[in-house]
């Protein structure tokens, strides 16, 4: 998830920032999503789909305007992403998103990225370890030392099992290029435990789920083994936030939100 921004639906968007009585005029709330994505947003036989993006289309229709569902590739930070997607534009073009989805809401991050005003947590994520049910006797950290442990190349858990316990599980890790890979894996044998985010884990084991056992990885503060993930907004577009914030409110009350993870079978973990 790196690189230039990539457009999913057809035409051009000016870089232009529209108000939410614009948003009304144009008749439609442009959403940015993450590619490739899955649970939240990805393709299946052609189609873009997700937790993410039905989401945006039920936030469209709180709004009373259509949605225009924007998938886009990670930059190098997420702060380059807010940067590309919500406050300025890519350099190459494509214009901006209204809101953009999946973005971790911490104090210190928002502080950093001022330009934009982050809220509505609207789950936890947490870093687990699965391993199958076979070896659920075994202590983590005794598996972690004696069998090959498999994570998405140059992510938290990654960086993480490489240097703890001063390296001591660093030869065990091996790398994968996604979630997904380092999941074929643990089914092939290859690994015995991977360790990631829970609702890619979930989302890449589909119905074998029950068959493996989920443990919360504890590490040390600074490396955040959860955050909540909510969405952003230009700052300055205070009224659009606030139709964004009774709207993310209903979908909550009504449980409406919830059940978008249910129906991936991923777990919900409130904020």
Same mark, same amino acid.
């Given at each position: ?5 990539? $457009? $999913? ?19 439609y709330l442009r959403i940015a999503?993450?590619k490739g994505y899955a649970p ?8 873009? +789909? ?21 998938? $886009? ?18 350099? $190459? ?27 509505? &947590? ?6 687990? !370890? ?7 006797? +075994? ?24 240097? !703890? ?103 919900? +973990? &409130?904020?």
């Amino acid at each position: 998830m790196k690189h230039i921004v990539a $457009i $999913i639906l057809l035409g051009v968007f000016s870089q232009q920032v529209f108000s939410f009585s614009e948003v009304q005029e144009k008749g439609y709330l442009r959403i940015a999503v993450y590619k490739g994505y899955a649970p939240f947003s990805f393709r299946e036989k052609g189609k873009l +789909i997700g937790i993410e993006v039905e989401l945006g289309k039920l936030l469209a229709a709180k709004l009373g305007v259509d949605p225009l569902i924007w998938a $886009i590739s990670a930059d190098e930070t997420m702060s380059d992403d807010l940067r590309n997607s919500v406050w300025k534009g890519h350099y $190459i073009g494509g214009g901006t998103a209204d809101v953009m989805l999946h973005v971790p809401v911490n104090k210190n991050f928002a502080e950093e990225n001022d330009k934009v005003v982050i809220s509505n &947590a609207y789950f936890k994520e947490e870093i687990v !370890a699965v391993r199958h049910n076979s070896r659920a006797s +075994i202590p983590l950290l005794n598996l972690f030392s004696s069998e090959n442990i498999g994570v998405e190349l140059d992510t938290l858990a990654d960086f993480y099992l490489v240097g !703890a316990n001063s390296g001591r599980f660093r030869e065990n890790v091996k790398h994968y290029t996604t979630i997904e890979d380092a999941v074929k894996a643990l089914s092939n044998g290859d690994v015995r435990s991977v360790v990631g985010p829970r609702s890619q884990l979930e989302a890449a084991l589909k119905s074998t789920t029950a068959e493996y056992l989920f443990t919360k990885v504890s590490m040390p503060l600074s490396y955040q083994s959860q955050w909540n993930v909510g969405m952003a907004v230009k700052r300055g577009r205070d009224e659009l936030v606030e139709k964004l914030t009774v709207a993310f409110e209903e979908l909550k009350k009504t449980g409406e939100l919830s059940a978008l993870f249910e129906k991936y079978g991923i777990t919900y +973990i &409130a904020p």
